[in-house]
């Protein structure tokens, strides 16, 4: 054979082993698809002709002590879309706009905002709360609109007549700035969140797991239902949480602040339950089935009434005159005075260069302690914390709870402040403070702060005996069998608080008269404390005690209201008659059937 037909030769049988090399890698790549990578490939292209739908769990209901509905759930129908599977098709979605009553431009601006790659393969809600009609119109031609998709979720629904604002709190949607920090509780953007109140504070257990439900697109990502060998992963719901709050109490209280500015607070005393928890003015969630938009929230925010202001764990005030129990339970526990040790007062009071006045002229003659309380006179107390001492005052106020939270179930509680000896010797450096400072502080005046809360649990210590429960709203086994904080006072000393605090509503001449009602014994003390944008702040404080033995505190606060003996005394009094008929006082027959 020549040179010639041997390379021809040899070239041949090199391109027929290629072929048969290619051949075999093709083949046995076509068995690698066809047979060991069957499921896996067969995966893809079903999901490429799947649509996940993402079910978000219906939030936990809230429930009061009895068992009725302050937040409920009600089911919404959402159009959505994927932008990315709708950006060439815009002409034929702009088209919904005469079944949603809204303009073309606003769905073409809503799928074109979602820019990011993120966002792109994210839905978009184009229209929330679609009606049944709406829905029946959309879905005859829905071959007319490719890429959307209805999402049904729950959203919340306020069903009763007590709004309890600042306890439930309100919904927000996830903020772009905020979104790293809820991501990784696998938070998607635009969630809807709990962003204050107690939807805040018990977000993990209200939120729930959503499901998803699987539906078959075609090739022009027009959606052609579900899908019947992928079944429909339904969302598990939120826990229910009980409330300690009374719905007719906390509607009665909401009714008597209508129109002012404060703070009205119910608890029992030795388990801390609160029945009614008021901050007025308040604002109105019913009309906000979902997350409060941001416009209403910046005006919230702005509004001078400060209507989002949790008045009675945020809200600082003088306490006025009904600190003056502070100041009694330092004097009797230092053993620095004897209580039935009288001092005259003549409505004046000369303190160095300066002139103190007593609350009435021409003052209230010879009084003791007791007698002091019963009419809060100023005079008394002037002298009295000059015996007490600073430190002692400081001491007490810290014991009694204040200067510290409560331990509420509420976020963010302010603290108050108690002016201790450091306090006041970096505040007033420049020019020193004297004990002038205290005889205004006695009177729950000057650099003293406190919270409603604050005063609610000092009352209930008085009234129980010592112990310095945390208030709370959630109704919780665990919670209530935890022991409080004992406050080590003498029980002589309890004794004594709670005779002064009788006679300040029942005896002659006793500021909180107004508090009085029939059929229980009702202990109290009034205050006014002095505000320099206007009238005085009104305080009342006590609680009430039935036949059976049951108690019940009481703190009113109303802004700017005047005077605590005729303002804030005769709105606990209604307090107390409206707990009265609706938990009436068992009879001796009763009584002896509980035991």
């Given at each position: 054979m020549s040179?010639a037909?041997?390379?021809?030769?040899?070239r041949r049988?090199?391109?027929a082993a290629?072929i048969?090399?290619?051949?075999?890698?093709?083949?046995?790549r076509?068995?690698q698809f066809q047979?060991?990578?069957h499921?896996?490939?067969a995966?893809y292209?079903?999901n490429?002709?799947i649509?996940t739908?993402?079910l978000r769990?219906p939030?936990g209901?809230?429930?009061?002590?009895n068992?009725?509905?302050?937040?409920?759930?009600r089911?919404q129908?959402?159009?959505?879309?994927?932008?990315a599977?709708?950006e060439?098709s815009l002409?034929e979605?702009?088209?919904l706009?005469?079944?949603?009553?809204i303009?073309?431009?606003y769905?073409?601006n809503?799928?074109?905002?979602a820019d990011g790659?993120?966002?792109?393969?994210q839905?978009?809600?184009?229209?929330e709360?679609v009606?049944?009609i709406?829905r029946s119109?959309i879905?005859?031609?829905?071959?007319?609109?490719?890429?959307i998709?209805?999402?049904?979720h729950?959203i919340?629904?306020?069903?009763s007549?007590a709004?309890a604002t600042?306890?439930?709190?309100?919904?927000r949607?996830?903020?772009e700035?905020?979104?790293a920090?809820?991501?990784k509780?696998g938070y998607?953007?635009?969630?809807?969140?709990?962003?204050?109140g107690?939807?805040k504070?018990?977000?993990r257990?209200l939120?729930?797991?959503?499901g998803?439900r699987?539906h078959l697109v075609d090739?022009?990502l027009?959606d052609l239902?579900?899908i019947?060998?992928?079944p429909?992963q339904?969302?598990v719901?939120?826990?229910s949480?009980?409330?300690?709050l009374?719905?007719?109490?906390q509607?009665?209280g909401?009714?008597l602040?209508e129109?002012?500015?404060?703070?009205?607070?119910?608890?029992?005393?030795?388990?801390?339950?609160?029945?009614?928890?008021?901050?007025a003015p308040d604002?109105?969630?019913?009309?906000f089935?979902?997350?409060i938009p941001?416009t209403?929230?910046e005006?919230?925010?702005?509004?001078p009434a400060?209507?989002?202001?949790?008045?009675?764990i945020?809200?600082?005030?003088?306490p006025?005159?009904?600190?003056k129990?502070v100041a009694a339970?330092?004097?009797?526990?230092g053993?620095r005075i004897?209580?039935a040790?009288?001092?005259?007062c003549n409505a004046?009071?000369?303190?160095g260069?300066?002139?103190?006045?007593?609350?009435i002229?021409p003052?209230h003659?010879v009084?003791d302690?007791?007698?002091?309380?019963?009419?809060?006179c100023n005079?008394y107390?002037y002298k009295?914390?000059?015996q007490i001492?600073?430190?002692a005052?400081v001491?007490?106020s810290l014991m009694?709870?204040?200067?510290a939270?409560?331990?509420i179930?509420?976020?963010?509680e302010?603290?108050g402040?108690v002016p201790t000896k450091?306090y006041?010797?970096?505040?007033?450096?420049?020019?020193?403070?004297t004990?002038?400072?205290?005889l205004?502080m006695?009177l729950?005046?000057?650099?003293?702060?406190?919270?409603?809360i604050?005063?609610?649990?000092?009352?209930?210590?008085?009234a129980n005996?010592g112990?310095?429960?945390?208030?709370?709203?959630v109704l919780?086994?665990?919670l209530?069998?935890r022991?409080p904080e004992?406050?080590?006072?003498?029980?002589w000393i309890w004794?004594?608080l709670q005779?002064?605090m009788?006679?300040?509503?029942?005896?002659e001449k006793?500021?909180?008269?107004r508090?009085k009602v029939?059929?229980?014994?009702?202990y109290?003390?009034t205050?006014t404390?002095?505000?320099?944008?206007?009238?005085?702040?009104?305080?009342?404080?006590g609680?009430l005690?039935t036949?059976?033995?049951?108690?019940?505190v009481?703190?009113?606060?109303v802004?700017?209201?005047g005077?605590g003996?005729?303002v804030?005394a005769?709105?606990?009094?209604e307090?107390f008659r409206f707990?009265?008929?609706r938990?009436?006082?068992a009879k001796e027959?009763?009584?002896?059937?509980?035991h």
């Open positions: 040179t037909g041997t390379a021809l030769l040899g049988n090199l391109m290629v048969i090399i290619l051949l075999v890698t093709i083949g046995v076509f068995f047979i060991i990578l499921d896996k490939y995966s292209a079903e490429n002709s649509r739908v993402r769990a939030r209901i809230i429930l009061d002590r068992g009725y509905y302050l937040v409920t759930n089911p129908f959402n159009l959505a879309v994927i932008p599977e709708v060439h002409t979605l702009e088209s706009s005469r079944f949603l009553e303009e073309p431009e769905i073409s809503l799928v074109s905002a790659l993120y966002q792109r393969f839905p978009v809600t184009l229209y709360d009606s049944f709406q119109h879905e005859e031609h829905r071959l007319e609109f490719p890429g998709f209805f999402v049904d729950t919340r629904h306020y069903p007549r709004r600042h306890v439930i709190g309100y919904l949607n996830v903020a700035e905020d979104f920090e809820y991501r509780d998607r953007m635009g969630d809807v969140v709990g962003f204050a107690l939807e504070l018990l977000e257990q939120r729930g797991e959503e998803y699987y090739n022009l027009r239902g579900e019947p060998h992928k429909t339904y969302p719901p939120g826990d949480i009980r409330l300690t009374d719905v007719d109490m509607a009665q909401e009714r602040m129109g002012r500015r404060g703070s009205l607070i119910v608890m029992e005393p030795t388990t801390g339950e609160i029945y009614v928890f008021v901050s604002y109105v969630l019913g009309p089935v979902g997350p941001q209403l929230w005006y919230w925010r702005d509004d400060k209507v989002m202001l949790n008045r009675p945020n809200g600082l005030y003088p006025g005159s009904i600190y129990l339970a330092a004097a009797l526990a053993g004897d209580p040790a009288t001092v005259e004046v009071y000369q303190f260069n300066r002139v103190f006045h007593c609350n002229w003052g003659g009084v302690l007791k007698d002091a309380l019963r009419v809060s005079i107390f009295l914390i000059q001492g600073f430190e005052w001491e007490m009694l709870g204040f200067g939270p409560t331990g179930d509420l976020p963010q302010s603290l402040q450091k006041m010797d970096r505040k007033y450096a420049a020019e020193g403070w004990a002038g400072h205290l205004n006695v729950g005046q000057g650099d003293l702060l406190v919270t409603p604050q005063v609610v649990r000092m009352t209930a210590a008085i005996g112990l310095l429960v945390n208030p709370r709203l919780d086994p665990e209530t069998s022991s004992v406050i080590k006072l003498p029980g004794n004594y005779e002064a009788y006679e300040v509503v029942n005896g006793g500021t909180g008269f508090a029939p059929g229980a014994k009702i109290g003390k205050g404390a002095q505000n320099p944008h206007g009238n005085g702040h009104s305080w009342f404080t609680y005690e036949e059976d033995g049951r108690q019940l009481v703190t009113v606060l802004e700017t209201g005077l003996s005729r804030a005769p709105l606990a009094a307090v707990y009265l008929e938990y009436p006082p027959g009763q009584l002896a059937q509980a």
